[in-house]
């Protein structure tokens, strides 16, 4: 398996995706949606099994890999959601998001590298990373749902406020979770756990920011108000991900591979 | 209500001017003295510092000190610190970690954290504060540690030959060796490596065929490839102690049926690098080989009687005493082939209470997923 097949397994997951979302809309019954989705779910999780394995170590390496977990788990957390709360919209919204990220990966790969340095060969390698994507992707709900509670008229926000806390709890959880782990094998790797590097100081500051967010209440900030922090995180953490590479400050990083 | 809520107000301006102060205080130091020198809170001051902290746990909340606990007063300084990051995260060669305001507001932060703990234990429901204790002690304990704590903090770099023993190391950005309390002989230093592999370049721009999707050759006896529209056959690859690596290639393009065949080699310190040219610009050649791990085997010894035998590689350090040896680097001019290789040595005695603070914020973590957005 390489990434050379990856296209025939992505578009048929995206088929997949699109009609369970649509069938989710449009037919009575909810079966024929979720065995759609779940169908898109392990075509996709097959392929990077079958990467895996032909490489001899997670695929979670470069740019290009990390948005393909990403394609995955933003559809995993959507669907997950969805089941749990019942918003087609979020389902369709994380399918959209997946294509982008999907698309992204077929046409700028940036998959060529495949030697693993040696202070990434740790069993913390697969778990960091993972668990940080993941964060992600609860993040990038939390934000889309902040953004139509915003949208809505004040008042009729639904049960979108007791959404987002879920999402950003969990997301946090996750993401303090992935930065502790990063510590721990930074200890081992590089005899520090912290050395406030350029990826160091962004995981910090996104971390902060949605601290600030979770706080909110207690400085008597509105819920509707505090909800223009969520998007404002969200853009720490996109720097966090893609952005800090191309900072001033990427070349003092010891993250850059 | 609205006298309430203009109360509220009142001491929310109170808590900000406050905070304002203590940083624009730290912006007055900054400007006088310059740099903080971390050194200042080295052992015993960090661990007053730490128990002056934890003392603040034991004071009234409704008292003037007590009040600076409140959820008002972290917001402020979550929005201060971020700000203060953001900095650091923008400006090349800032050093906004040693600086007097950054280390006021960590201050401050460590302190709000021990009032607002104190508060939580007045009234203690384990049910109801389980998760915020966790979270909030485990950070209040990380932040000690890894703060004032790290002052003690001692790492020094140290070449070994091998066949020597070494007991001098430098600091960090020094150049005059120190004795050191531990000595490290070197008995063997290897590396393994990952194939060095064929690529087609354009000499002009250096860009790796073709643009923006290259694609690569394992350089292995008879692995074979398609680049561009080149398919490229490796012949005989050659790699022996002290030499570059060398390969015979032939390259056939499909379009043209023209064959093109001979020796590439990435070169080494001493050998000159060769490429085989297909055209003017075009030319096959052949990447460094990447090292895939390299170990270093070892004795420590410390002054204390320790002696250690041990391997050391990237990822997996040495415990000797209080100390750990790291693996750090070797002569990368020399590759596979160095005879010396490059040892960290870290001093770290706050490094229990830091795992101790991890495990707990990572508990705490847990409690997240487990209770979601349920207020207490």
Redesign the interface.
């Known amino acids: 398996m390489s990434w050379s097949e990856f296209i025939y397994f992505a578009a048929g997951s995206l088929i997949l995706w699109y009609s369970g979302t649509l069938a989710l809309y449009k037919s009575k019954k909810a079966m024929w949606g979720n065995l759609l989705i779940a169908g898109g779910i392990l075509l996709f999780a097959a392929f990077i099994g079958l990467l895996w394995g032909s490489m001899d170590h997670p695929p979670l390496r470069t740019m290009g890999e990390t948005r393909l977990w990403y394609s995955l788990f933003i559809v995993l957390v959507g669907y997950a959601t969805y089941l749990r709360w019942k918003y087609k919209w979020l389902m369709a919204y994380s399918v959209v998001v997946s294509t982008v990220f999907v698309l992204v990966n077929l046409l ?2 940036e998959i ?1 590298t495949t ?5 990434l ?2 069993i913390w390698f697969v778990p960091h990373v993972t668990v940080y994507i993941l964060s992600y992707a609860m993040m990038g709900a939390a934000t889309i749902a902040a953004l139509i509670a915003l949208w809505r008229e004040e008042g009729k926000e639904g049960e979108l406020f ?1 959404l ?7 997301g ?3 993401l ?2 992935g930065m ?1 782990m990063g ?3 930074a ?8 050395t ?1 590097d ?1 990826k160091e ?2 995981a ?2 996104t971390a ?2 949605y ?2 967010y979770l ?7 509105s819920k509707r108000k505090a909800l223009i922090i969520i998007p404002l995180a969200f853009i720490m953490l996109m ?1 966090t991900w893609l952005g ?1 590479e191309y ?3 990427a ?2 990083s010891i993250h850059s591979y | 209500m609205a006298g309430k809520s203009k109360g509220k107000q009142e001491t929310f301006i109170r808590e900000l001017l406050f905070i304002l102060a203590v940083t624009i205080a730290g912006f007055a130091l900054q400007f006088v003295i310059g740099t903080l020198d971390f050194a200042i809170f080295a052992w015993p001051v960090n661990i007053v510092l730490a128990a002056t902290l934890l003392a603040l746990a034991f004071v009234k909340p409704d008292s003037f000190v007590g009040k600076f606990g409140s959820g008002r007063v972290s917001v402020i300084l979550l929005v201060s610190i971020t700000i203060m990051s953001v900095y650091m995260g923008l400006v090349p060669g800032n050093d906004v970690k040693h600086s007097w305001p950054f280390a006021f507001t960590y201050l401050m932060i460590m302190a709000n954290l021990a009032l607002t703990i104190g508060r939580r234990l007045r009234n203690f429901k384990l049910k109801r504060d389980y998760s915020f204790m966790l979270n909030h002690f485990g950070l209040f304990l990380l932040l000690v540690a890894a703060g004032p704590g790290s002052a003690d903090m001692q790492r020094y770099f140290m070449r070994v030959a091998e066949g020597q023993t070494e007991w001098r190391g430098e600091g960090e950005g020094s150049q005059t060796p120190k004795e050191l309390p531990l000595a490290i002989t070197l008995n063997d230093f290897s590396m393994e490596e990952y194939s060095p592999r064929i690529a087609l370049i354009d000499k002009t721009t250096g860009d790796t065929q073709p643009l923006g999707k290259p694609s690569l050759i394992e350089c292995e006896e008879g692995s074979e490839g398609l680049i561009s529209e080149w398919s490229v056959v490796v012949d005989t690859f050659d790699y022996r102690p002290r030499m570059a690596p060398r390969a015979y290639i032939t390259a056939t393009n499909k379009a043209g049926n023209s064959v093109v065949s001979g020796w590439v080699s990435c070169g080494n310190h001493f050998q000159p690098f060769s490429v085989l040219d297909i055209s003017g610009n075009l030319c096959f050649a052949m990447t460094f080989p990447e090292p895939k791990k390299f170990t270093s085997d070892v004795v420590v010894y410390t002054k204390k009687g320790v002696e250690k035998k041990g391997v050391v590689e990237v990822n997996s350090p040495l415990t000797a005493g209080s100390w750990k040896v790291y693996q750090y680097s070797y002569d990368t001019r020399a590759g596979r082939d160095s005879e010396i290789s490059v040892f960290e040595l870290v001093y770290d005695p706050w490094i229990i209470p830091v795992y101790a603070g991890i495990i707990l914020v990572m508990l705490g973590s847990l409690t997240l997923f487990w209770r979601g957005g349920k207020k207490e």
């Open positions: 700028k790969p060529h030697n693993l340095m040696p202070a060969q740790s007791a987002i806390d879920n999402l950003i709890f969990i946090f959880g996750f303090i979770a502790l510590a721990i094998w200890k081992e790797a590089w005899g520090d756990y912290w406030w350029p100081v962004w910090f500051i902060a920011s601290l600030v706080h909110a209440s207690y400085a008597n900030i720097i800090v900072l001033a400050v070349q003092e």
